[in-house]
């Protein structure tokens, strides 16, 4: 049971990150890919520094895990962007729906590479827990703008969110879990590295003009920062 309120919780704080990206991504005023890289940057930078603090900003990190965290920082930056795009194009409900399975069945596929398997408690509260979400985030008024673009970037939202989840997962069996906090705080200040440089390089002279909106999706992005 408590193998399946720990799952329940983690698939509803990333409901509640989606949303409020979903939300923010709406009321930027700006392109998709300065929302994506504004949000990346904000959440990357307050998970990061989260992370070593967690640790007194004391952590241990092998050669290993700054490797693992850097090119999960990719699966993140895939995750992040595949979210914005889908979050322009189409519903919640399937956008969620595509995230929560990539973020459940790659790690499952992971897992039993290494000889592990999801127990069966674990597989019957998804079979649970998956529709109740999806039924949760559903509104009969949201449309699609452009499914081609919707489904494109939904798959590789489900690979992007996957993939980061399997690395961390990777990382803990290869260098340990007191690696754990070095793991998230790489990989998420990778992310904020990269999303920066991209805005700088893109906003030659007036780098904060991406950062520029109005207090809706100023207060979302700090929102989502919290819960990231």
């Known amino acids: 049971m408590l193998e399946a309120g720990l799952l329940a ?11 409020l990206c979903k939300l923010f991504t709406i009321k930027y005023p700006g392109k998709s890919v300065d929302a994506a890289s504004v949000y990346a940057l904000i959440t990357g930078l307050v998970t990061s520094v989260v992370s070593l603090s967690l640790n ?6 092998s050669r290993l895990t700054l490797i693992l965290g850097i090119v999960n920082s990719v699966f993140g930056i895939i ?9 322009r194009s189409g519903p919640y409900s399937l956008q969620m729906l ?17 000889g592990d ?3 069966v408690v674990k597989w019957i509260s998804l079979v649970i827990i998956i529709p109740a979400v999806y039924l949760a985030c559903y509104n009969n008024r949201d ?19 996957g993939g980061f989840l399997s690395m961390l997962d990777i990382q803990q069996r290869l260098t340990g879990e007191n690696e754990k906090s070095a793991m ?3 990989s998420y200040l990778s992310i904020a590295v990269v999303s920066a440089v991209f805005i700088a390089a893109t906003h030659r002279g007036k780098l904060w003009d991406a950062f520029r909106m ?15």
Not at 98 to 114: D, H, S, T
Not at 143 to 161: E, H, M, P, Q, R
């Open 214 to 228: 109005p207090a809706t999706p100023a207060a979302l992005l700090s929102a989502g920062g919290g819960v990231g």
């Open 184 to 186: 998230l705080a790489v």
């Open 143 to 161: 449309s699609f703008t452009d499914k081609k673009t919707f489904f494109t970037f939904c798959v590789l939202a489900a690979l992007g969110n």
């Open 79 to 87: 995750l992040d962007y595949s979210v914005v795009k889908i979050s």
């Open 98 to 114: 595509f995230i929560i399975n990539g973020g459940i069945l790659i790690p499952a596929i992971v897992a039993r590479a290494f």
């Open 9 to 19: 919780v983690t698939i509803l704080l990333s409901t509640g990150q989606n949303l």
């Open 56 to 61: 007194g900003f004391s952590i241990t990190c």
């Open 117 to 119: 398997s999801y127990s």
